[in-house]
T-cell receptor, first 113, second 116 residues
Framework: NAGVTQTPKFQVLKTGQSMTLQCAQDMNHEYMSWYRQDPGMGLRLIHYSVGAGITDQGEVPNGYNVSRSTTEDFPLRLLSAAPSQTSVYFC????????????FGEGSRLTVL | AQSVTQLGSHVSVSEGALVLLRCNYSSSVPPYLFWYVQYPNQGLQLLLKYTSAATLVKGINGFEAEFKKSETSFHLTKPSAHMSDAAEYFCAVSDGYGGATNKLIFGTGTLLAVQP
């Protein structure tokens, strides 16, 4: 059982470039989310989804887009990368009604020059 | 809105000493509370959770936490630290009851160092 899989693990971008961080889960979880982790700031929610075709904004959505065409996949898109988006990104999922327990991927470390 | 505050961004203990990591929450409704651990270069994994059953919650690796409503606290403890406990620990509160849209709000984390 792979759980939550994120790719790539590392990425370096130049300012203005675009890219997509991939996230896939094989646990049939309805809820999926993206967090960013920055030193001294903990994890902050970017976007989340409660099922295919349904997405919503979290605490820090600006500069990021998401879509949810299948239950398994929840990609995060940066349309025009900025240095402020240098961070470690985590995808997490859970089943509906399961006391909020999240299952995390191993993270994607993004550097924007 | 729900929030959590973790007191102490860095905590250092000696091997074999008591571990105490502090977390206070703010919630307008009875909360679900969680402690997660993150080892270097890894994702977060659940240590334990409080979901309105027993106020003393036991988790993995010998950790436990006590929910104290009067103090709005959910501190994490372990009687005897081990070198392998060195990691970053995050307290989190759920802003709902496990419903479709409830989200986890994380604290800023406490980095635990264990000295030999």
């Amino acid at each position: 059982n792979a759980g939550v899989t994120q790719t790539p693990k590392f990425q370096v971008l130049k300012t203005g470039q675009s890219m997509t961080l991939q996230c896939a889960q094989d646990m049939n979880h309805e809820y999926m989310s993206w967090y960013r982790q920055d030193p001294g700031m903990g994890l902050r929610l970017i976007h989340y989804s409660v099922g295919a075709g349904i997405t919503d904004q979290g605490e820090v959505p600006n500069g990021y887009n998401v879509s949810r065409s299948t239950t398994e996949d929840f990609p995060l898109r940066l349309l025009s990368a900025a240095p402020s988006q240098t961070s470690v990104y985590f995808c997490a999922s859970r089943r509906q009604g399961q006391d909020g327990e999240l299952f995390f991927g191993e993270g994607s470390r993004l550097t924007v020059l | 809105a729900q929030s959590v505050t973790q007191l102490g961004s860095h905590v250092s203990v000696s091997e074999g000493a008591l571990v105490l990591l502090r977390c206070n929450y703010s919630s307008s409704v009875p909360p679900y509370l969680f402690w997660y651990v993150q080892y270097p270069n890894q994702g977060l994994q659940l240590l334990l959770k409080y979901t309105s059953a027993a106020t003393l919650v036991k988790g993995i690796n010998g950790f436990e936490a006590e929910f104290k409503k009067s103090e709005t606290s959910f501190h994490l403890t372990k009687p005897s630290a081990h070198m392998s406990d060195a990691a970053e620990y995050f307290c989190a509160v759920s802003d709902g009851y496990g419903g479709a849209t409830n989200k986890l709000i994380f604290g800023t984390g406490t980095l635990l160092a264990v000295q030999p």
